[in-house]
């Protein structure tokens, strides 16, 4: 996914959807500037996208409004309203969730982290990382029990490989394929059937490891930096591929530069998580497997789109996923 972008939305601002779903949960409108249009969450537009709501929040501060469908906003919702207030980490204040006009879909409103992107190339950045991501793991070994998560463990990674390569074996014979498209599509499944083989490797990292509240969708897109009382703060938004698990996905390395992952450093998130039984051995492998999760989920979400006649976009992001997949592969020690 890009990094957001501004573009402002050329509507009434007061006629705007986003604008009147703030209306909902108590928001005024007299002091509303600019409905601006940050990201594209879908190609259909009118299913989710992300806009800032200029000068309606305290002080005159903007407001984020993301809409999106019903399941993943309220998935959203109980992270912000009862698991983020107990614990000490910090993170962009929800305020409130609305119904949209189309009966389908939900509008969040939080406050706006700013526009100071995170960067997984500064050592500063990645050390907060580690031990943002630490502190919110290390605090939820436990949750209330009126909270419900989804899984986000092994085994729905393994659904998303398996997903992709039958997606990539029933494409095959798409027309619109040249040979050096097929070549890269089978060096892919190639490469699937072999993670599968050693799956039981990460069954039994896994294992070992506690159950804790993952973000999911860790990556720098999602995460803005602001300067705190006494140091760096990390907002992380966007929480609707959360869940629990264990927490590898949130802790992948990338092995180029032609990932966007937020590479936290793994010192630091074992100063923190001060897990007797977790060394750093076992850290490093878990963001390993987290690093081979990612993948596999991306080349899931993109070989759905090897059905259609435009798929040199497809095929070159996978590519991408599938070079990384096997660089992870190879780190974690599977093979040389």
Wanted: with cysteine; charged share 25%; proline share 5%.
């Amino acid at each position: 996914m890009p990094d957001r972008h501004t573009e402002v939305y050329e509507v009434e601002t007061a006629q705007h959807p986003a604008a009147r779903a703030w209306t909902q949960v108590g928001g005024g409108m007299s002091d509303l500037r600019s409905v601006v249009l940050l990201d594209r969450l879908n190609v259909n537009l009118r299913k989710s996208a992300v806009y800032r709501l200029e000068g309606v929040g305290e002080s005159g501060a903007a407001v984020i409004a993301k809409k999106c469908g019903r399941e993943p906003a309220l998935l959203e919702r109980t992270i912000y309203e009862l698991v983020l207030p107990n614990l000490s980490v910090p993170y962009p204040r929800f305020l409130g969730m609305a119904s949209d006009e189309d009966g389908m879909s939900c509008w969040l409103f939080t406050e706006d982290a700013g526009n100071e992107a995170y960067s997984p190339l500064d050592p500063k950045h990645r050390a907060r990382a580690g031990r943002w991501l630490g502190a919110l793991h290390a605090s939820t070994i436990s949750l209330p029990c009126n909270v419900c998560l989804p899984e986000r463990g092994p085994v729905q990674y393994l659904g998303h490989l398996r997903s992709a390569r039958d997606a990539i074996r029933d494409n095959l014979e798409n027309p619109v394929l040249d040979e050096e498209q097929r070549r890269q599509l089978k060096q892919i499944v190639s490469t699937c059937e072999f993670v599968e083989q050693e799956w039981h490797r990460i069954d039994q990292l896994c294992g070992e490891m506690p159950q804790t509240l993952v973000h999911g969708d860790f990556v720098g897109k999602n995460v803005r930096v602001r300067n705190g009382r006494t140091d760096l703060e990390l907002l992380p938004f966007d929480w609707e591929h959360a869940g629990r698990g264990v927490p590898a996905v949130d802790l992948a390395q990338a092995f180029s530069s032609t990932t966007f992952l937020a590479n936290p450093d793994l010192d630091d998130y074992c100063t923190t998580v001060k897990w007797s039984a977790l060394g750093f051995e076992a850290v490093r492998r878990l963001a390993f497997y987290g690093t081979i999760f990612r993948c596999l989920a991306a080349l899931d979400w993109e070989s759905h789109r090897l059905a259609y006649e435009w798929v040199e976009w497809p095929v070159k992001n996978m590519a991408l996923y599938g070079a990384e997949l096997d660089r992870a592969v190879q780190a974690a020690g599977w093979r040389s």
